[in-house]
């Protein structure tokens, strides 16, 4: 049962593969995207603050359902089954568009030191850190062709740390938020540096859709006036109208098939009836993000190949990063929230790098939306957990709190890791992620460090009390929806995955396009870089293959 | 190959994941004479007794009358119906306790005591015999969390009855949809 052999099959429509998708097909590739979720629209949006991507407690919004179990193993050795719904599941959604359908929607840059932290702080101990093969100035380019197509508003002009930017965005940032007008003056008088977040939402009519309408609904839901802008509703959409793009939803790739050359021949998928199929290709790219993305890899074995493909090092799943998130919550005498969306809108990326005692940092930015439920449960100490006293504070604090909070760059640990489990298996009989490992102790420094410049903002802000982020634990792996770095990129086949270009060291037809390249992940959330490499990524796919003289 | 040549993994599985059983949402509700879904008039007085402690009524309405325990007793039929064995040897531990300190069930207790031995599950530090099946931190976590969401959270679950907790934080109910233009700030330039 095959079907009609096409250039390029791409497993995964989320911030990397729909781009890919994009690229290929306007350059005249044939290309079928796989998805093994929906294709979700504004119209299907139902505002549910209990059941969404982002507070999950009755269940996703956007997948993947509870047919897709992970096993989780904790510090202790313990293991087990663990629904998409769990925190240890390390959750991205599953649909078209990926995490970028519901996602915050903030659109950093990494900065130069971010592809070069070997160098600039020397070798970690406990650590797999390296420098990046490439450099930002290889991206930059790229970084700003996510940011014109797929449309980024904000104003980034007052960070004096950024990387420098050919062109500015191309659209200007949401009015500020009142968070936003508290917290500004009070950073300048630290001798910070604060700035409207880039963010991949339109501000106003870009790309034929409308502009953000400021209800609290944003992260963790599809955006219901489609301002948001995600792969869904930019480079998947112009794929298709390409003619050259068929994307198929509700597709379970098995397999990357290989021939006795240890090429990859295409993919082995179940479609919506789970039916088994075969798509034959030039190319496969693979872009389901860095858990599912190394399973993939680690479920494609074969003769040439029996520990997976590009797996001849041991060196795919390792590394599995996400973000060590901390901050600080402020209580105010008087009303700080305004009730606009999105809520985040300021930040401050003066403790990125250039810090003392650790490596690297983060940013720091106000939270976004806050809805009454995630407020409500809280569970940070010093703030009381039930009975009146707790009914007195959500009541008093609700809209007189700020809370500032930011992603830690962590440190890569060749142990924390993604493998397939050798017992469970998925709905469709495929072995499951298996997820193990630890974090390291800069994530701890770093936190502690961050939690007190966001505790020391808030005062400077007026907050009549602060309350920071407790110590972050280092047991169990990192991951969650920044998840990354389990297909490394590197010049070296030996400790890495896939070259420069994404492409896999061993099989010179087979990529591997999102946040698993990523040797680190940045104090930044990571999409837009996603994004960029996979630009650069299909640039020089094209052109080798019009090299080759192929069409 | 065929997936149908896995069933029993897929049997494994079924049995070992705990959401797995939310599909079928209901069925395994029994009323046994009471008005709830899952819940005995018993427990759901226990329950009543233990959400109005946690989010306790005063200028504003409290977790009953927002009709949480309706939110708990809907979602035990529904994504937490793994939970159901949790609730029922819990409420029951809790009444137990309740019996052998004061001599009267919890719902019969005055509220400072109610508090007294609420604050005893959250520590863990109630007698040990009833809470053999269940540990009774760990059943308190359970409860306060899902008393927050069905006070909290969206009505249409059951709880946060007439968008009460949102009208004591100010927010517009029915929430809002969508601004109006003219109701927002322009964008600075561009």
């Known amino acids: 049962m095959s079907l009609k052999h096409v250039n390029a099959v791409i497993v995964g429509s989320g911030a990397g593969g729909g781009v890919v998708a994009k690229e290929l097909a306007e350059a005249g590739l044939s290309v079928v995207l796989l998805e093994r979720g929906k294709w979700f629209t504004p119209f299907d949006e139902r505002k549910d603050d209990l059941r969404n991507q982002r507070t999950c407690v009755l269940g996703n919004a956007f997948g993947p359902d509870e047919r897709n179990p992970r096993v989780y193993v904790d510090a202790s050795g313990h293991e087990r089954i663990v629904p998409p719904t769990y925190g240890a599941y390390s959750n991205n959604a599953a649909c078209v568009g990926g995490g970028t359908l519901s996602y915050g929607a903030m659109a950093w840059r990494f900065m130069e030191k971010d592809f070069r932290l070997r160098s600039t702080y020397g070798t970690v101990e406990g650590s797999t850190l390296d420098d990046w093969p490439i450099t930002y100035e290889d991206l930059e380019p790229y970084y700003e062709k996510a940011e014109w197509e797929i449309g980024v508003s904000g104003d980034d002009s007052n960070n004096i740390f950024r990387a420098p930017r050919k062109r500015p965005l191309p659209m200007p940032p949401l009015p500020p938020t009142r968070e936003h007008q508290i917290l500004k003056p009070a950073a300048q008088r630290l001798g910070l540096h604060p700035f409207d977040i880039p963010m991949l939402r339109n501000s106003i009519p870009y790309n034929g859709r409308g502009a953000c309408m400021r209800c609290r609904w944003c992260v963790g839901f599809a955006c219901e006036v489609d301002a948001k802008c995600g792969t869904h509703n930019t480079v998947i959409p112009t794929a298709i109208k390409t003619g050259n793009c068929d994307l198929r939803c509700e597709c379970i790739v098995r397999e990357i098939l290989t021939s006795d050359r240890g090429r990859a021949t295409g993919v082995a998928y179940y479609d919506s009836d789970g039916r088994l199929q075969e798509q034959s290709a030039d190319l496969v790219v693979v872009s389901c993000a860095a858990i599912e993305s190394a399973r993939l890899l680690l479920n494609s074995k074969s003769r040439l190949f029996p520990n997976g493909l590009g797996n001849r090092y041991d060196w795919v799943g390792r590394n599995l990063q996400g973000h060590a998130y901390t901050g600080a919550i402020g209580l105010f005498d008087r009303e700080t929230y305004d009730d606009l969306g999105p809520g985040a809108s300021i930040a401050v990326c003066d403790f990125n790098h250039g810090n003392s005692g650790f490596v690297s940092g983060g940013l720091l930015a106000n939270e976004f939306i806050r809805l009454p439920y995630q407020f409500a449960s809280r569970t940070t100490a010093g703030i009381p957990r039930w009975g009146a006293a707790h009914k007195n504070f959500v009541r008093r604090y609700y809209r007189s709190s700020i809370s500032v909070m930011g992603p830690m760059q962590e440190m890569p640990i060749f142990d924390s890791r993604v493998q397939v489990d050798p017992k469970v298996k998925d709905h469709w009989g495929i072995p499951v992620a298996r997820l193990s490992g630890h974090r390291h102790q800069n994530d701890l420094l770093g936190t502690n460090f961050m939690s007190a410049k966001a505790e020391a903002w808030l005062k400077e802000a007026g907050a009549a009390t602060v309350i920071r982020s407790g110590p972050i634990s280092l047991d169990g792996p990192s991951g969650g929806q920044h998840q990354a770095g389990t297909c490394r990129m590197g010049s070296d086949p030996k400790t890495s995955v896939v070259d420069k270009f994404c492409r896999v060291h061993d099989v010179d037809n087979l990529y591997v396009v999102d946040g698993s390249v990523h040797p680190n992940n940045g104090g930044f959330n990571p999409v837009l870089t996603i994004m960029a490499i996979a630009y650069y990524a299909s640039a020089n796919l094209v052109k080798t293959r019009k090299g080759m003289g192929a069409t | ?190």
């Open chain 2, 1 to 190: 190959m065929q997936p149908s040549l896995r069933l029993n993994r897929r049997a494994f599985l079924q049995a070992a994941l705990t959401a797995a059983a939310a599909a079928g949402a209901g069925v395994a509700c029994s009323r046994n004479g009471s008005p709830w879904r899952f819940f005995t008039l018993d427990e759901a007085r226990a329950l009543a007794g233990m959400v109005d402690q946690i989010i306790p009524p005063d200028q504003d309405a409290g977790a009953v009358w927002a009709g949480v325990v309706n939110y708990i007793d809907r979602q035990l039929c529904g994504p937490y119906q793994t939970l159901q064995e949790t609730y029922r040897y819990g409420l029951e531990a809790v009444d137990q306790t309740s019996q052998s300190t004061y001599g009267k069930v919890f719902a019969d207790l005055e509220s400072h005591q109610q508090i007294e031995l609420l604050h005893r599950l959250e520590d863990g530090k109630a007698p040990g015999a009833a809470w053999k099946q269940v540990s009774s931190a760990e059943f308190f976590r359970y409860v306060v969390d899902h008393t927050m969401q069905g006070f909290y959270g969206d009505p249409r679950h059951g709880g946060n009855r007439e968008g009460v907790s949102w009208k004591m934080l100010n927010l517009p109910y029915p929430p809002i949809r969508g601004r109006v233009r003219s109701d927002l700030p322009k964008p600075r330039s561009g």
